[in-house]
């Protein structure tokens, strides 16, 4: 139960990433000027966070390619 934890991370992040994104105030990030892209702070974090706990789904799916591949 405890290795499957691991895989939670790198999803909650990138969904609590879209709700901080949804909410988030159209400013640019470090830059006075407005911007496209609702990126903030939390949303940048959360993003980031998320890709540093995706390697356990990528030698997941690199075990799944290799297995399959036999």
Do not use: K
Request: hydrophobic share 55%.
């Amino acid at each position: 139960m405890a290795g499957w934890l691991t895989y939670a991370a790198s999803p909650t992040f990138a969904i609590m990433g879209l709700i901080a994104a949804n909410d988030a105030t159209r400013i640019a990030l470090c830059s006075a000027a407005t911007s496209i892209l609702p990126i903030d702070g939390m949303t940048a974090m959360y993003l980031l966070m998320s890709l540093f706990h995706l390697p356990p789904w990528l030698r997941l799916a690199s075990t799944a390619e290799r297995v399959s591949n036999r």
